[in-house]
């Protein structure tokens, strides 16, 4: 049978899509509590039996896989609210009170119906405190959407500590995503310590996060940050050569898509002519006439850039990478010299070509 990648299938209980989109996972929800609530009001409970069902029955029920949910604060927030309407007067709630009570926690002087957003958060976390830092399938899943997130946003070594109302658009939408929006709204802090990443440089950072200091706003930064994805970056050093000063000048051109300036992966993006001038002008803010201010210091650990041209002291050899293929040039001794491959002879240098 073919179906589309957005169509709802249900699998131990729980309805999902190969998208990931929520409609068809909310929409069971809401029919079950539905029929839950129809059957309620045909039964005529009793107020302590009824709120004793909604914990024990009407929510196991209801809330069953809410952690795989991909929905926003906002869909969760609607989801209930015309069920909790019915059986808020079976509770002894006036029907005519505002929604938001019927969500709001009784130690809170709330009706006490569960809010499908705060239950969400909880069962998320517990899922990615189980999970997360594992080498199960799951674990690993998690812990590459983590480095992806970080990776795309730019911005932070602790990404679901970023202020998400500013900065949410700038990442695709994920279930870690849902979890960053909901710990930004509730004001809880989801922080992870095993991201290999790290600054290359002495005096090295975000360069997202020297575009924002720059001055330009979220349209601008979500352009930004589109050319940046693109030519592969993270940090200030990344577009820097390496005597720290001077801006690599590659990186003013847009990257070729059979080209890999990076050892970590990048989603794809196809940035404008118009990105790439607004790119140029951001790059010269910060450094103008291709010159930081200030140098950057020494290297303190191993990027992520693949640097074109490397030198190697023990054999004196210089290494040149240009996609897959790269060239090894070491001292020419007379052209009596004896590879396996093809040797060409580059002034006093011998050019071998290895894949």
Partial sequence: EHVSVDTPKETLGIVTCASGASKGSLQAMKEKAKDWALAAVAGSLPRKLLWFSVARMFWPKVGYGLCCSTASVKELSTILQSQYYKLAPIGGIVRSSKKEIRQLDGGF???????????????????????????????????????????????????LSVDYDKFGALVTHSWLKTIWEKSD??????????????????????????????????????????????????????????????????????????????????????????????????????????????????????????????????SECIFNTSGVVTQVYRHGRGGTDMFAVRTIQIKRYVAISAP
């Avoid at 909880?122 to 959407?145: A, D, E, F, I």
Wanted: glycine residues 6%.
């Fill in 185 to 314: 709204l509730f004001q809880f802090d989801v922080r992870v310590n095993n991201i290999p990443i790290k600054f290359v440089r002495e005096g090295d950072e975000w360069l997202m996060l020297r575009f924002l200091r720059a001055g330009y706003n979220m349209d601008e930064l979500l352009r930004l940050n589109r050319v940046q994805l693109h030519q592969q970056v993270l940090f200030l050093s990344d577009i820097i050569c390496v005597g720290g000063k001077y801006i690599d000048q590659r990186y003013l051109t847009l990257r070729r898509l059979d080209d890999k300036w990076s050892s970590y992966r990048f989603p794809n993006e196809d940035p404008t002519e118009d990105d790439l001038h607004l790119w140029k002008e951001a790059i010269s803010q910060i450094a103008p006439n291709g010159r930081l201010r200030d140098k950057l210091g020494n290297f303190i650990h191993q990027g992520h850039k693949i640097h074109h041209w490397r030198y190697h002291a023990q």
């Fill in 109 to 159: 002087y709330g009706a006490g119906f569960p809010h499908p957003a705060v239950e969400a958060a909880v069962v998320q976390c517990n899922k990615l405190l189980m999970h997360y830092g594992c080498q199960s399938s799951v674990g690993v899943q998690l812990q590459t959407s983590m480095e992806l997130l970080l990776v795309e946003l730019g911005m932070s070594f602790q990404p």
